[in-house]
DNA sequence: CGTATCGGATACATACTTGTATCGTGAACA
DNA sequence: TGTTCACGATACAAGTATGTATCCGATACG
């Protein structure tokens, strides 16, 4: 047995910063990839390839797809998180903030909608996969509290009443986003970005246009 | 070059019920198959078997995977159809009808939220793959069509105007109801089937509770 | 009743992918 | 400055997928 009180060895750093970057530049070439391809599509290879490692790279970071896929999700639900509370906390009316929420729960501007493509295919492997279904339930409480925070805010400030509850309010407005862009990629040009915001949000809040 | 009055051959027929009936049943294997595991994850090999057939009579009848994927998502489309006007037919009340309508976009009954999973798959898929987008977006093309006709009926024997253009209602009506369902499949309990037509549609429709 | 052909089965060639096991190099520490 | 160990590269072992080429039996027709 190992002498008590020596540490037996505090590591060069808890998590060393190279090790970070890789982290992190194979997670960004993740989001790329499975975008483009979707989950099963998606070769741990072309991960690699594209974040300029070969597969010993990753295996020393992650155990295995399902692992990254997991780390991939909560890092976008983060950014998610992030772009909300970073709109909300913008000093505008009411209804901007509304309108900037809905936008930034939509996708990272300059993207190419990339995030909401991501965002349907973590559902759909959640769907599947119990493990990644915990996580990704998990992400998207993590989210809908956060928006629930700030629409019950935004809304008492304007003291307006919603025609729902607030919980119904944000469900749909995700449910809404999420499908409306999805459509978009099929068909550019369906239910346009500004509509949303211009046209339903209103409606949905209760305001006569 | 043959002789211009003597018909080469009428086959046995034009397309024999043999043939038809593998057809159908190689569809119906395989809108289990990829509901379960997604366009990548479904194997020729797990679909012929649950069919009954092996791969032979698969690329006896379908020229490729995505072959199959034009050919089941056509079905699928013409069976919302199917369900939204059958829905319409009834002769219930205008509200009732456009619920009604809501309930057959959203899913056929009993079928564990099937068909909503595979339009996701189809959607993702036919982001991918220019020929199943072409296919794919007509599909979704003629189920607006048929809701927008049946949606104008309703409201104008009802003698309402809607906050928004019916293309519009209706484009919110599909993404509603697509993003519901496949939250729910993570997260049942979420947004439950009722509210969407109790709740959410009401509001749409600019009609105070 | 013989026969052509349709529909499906079998067998195969080929290509890919994941994950593991092992090795080498360079950075950080004594 | 020597040494160690972390990090990533290389090589390998299986398993699995698609699609093709060929074969065989049943069915419909003359």
Redesign the pocket.
């Known amino acids: 047995m190992p002498p008590p009180s020596a540490p037996v060895?505090p590591?060069?750093?808890r998590?060393?910063a190279?090790?970070q970057?890789?982290r992190s530049r194979v997670l960004d070439a993740a989001s790329e990839v499975f975008a483009e391809r979707g989950f099963h599509g998606?070769?741990?290879?072309?991960i690699?390839e594209r974040a300029?490692?070969?597969?010993?790279?990753f295996?020393?970071?992650f155990?295995?797809?399902?692992d990254l896929v997991i780390h991939l999700s909560t890092r976008q639900a983060e950014a998610v998180i992030e772009r909300i509370t970073a709109a909300a906390r913008t000093e505008a009316s009411p209804e901007a903030v509304l309108g900037a929420v809905f936008a930034a729960l939509a996708d990272e501007p300059g993207r190419h909608e990339r995030s909401v493509l991501l965002t349907t295919e973590f559902t759909l492997h959640a769907i599947r996969d119990a493990g990644a279904r915990r996580a990704w339930a998990a992400q998207q409480r993590r989210i809908r509290e956060a928006l629930v925070w700030v629409v019950d805010d935004a809304i008492t400030s304007r003291d307006i009443t919603l025609p729902m509850t607030t919980d119904q309010f944000v469900r749909v407005a995700m449910a809404l986003t999420q499908g409306s862009m999805t459509q978009r990629l099929i068909e550019p040009g369906a239910l346009e970005r500004g509509e949303l915001e211009q046209v339903v949000l209103p409606v949905l809040l209760g305001v006569s246009p």
């Open positions: 060895s590591p060069r750093a998590v060393s190279r090790r970057a890789t998606a070769t741990v290879e072309e690699c300029g490692f070969t597969r010993g790279a295996y020393s970071n155990s295995s797809k399902d």
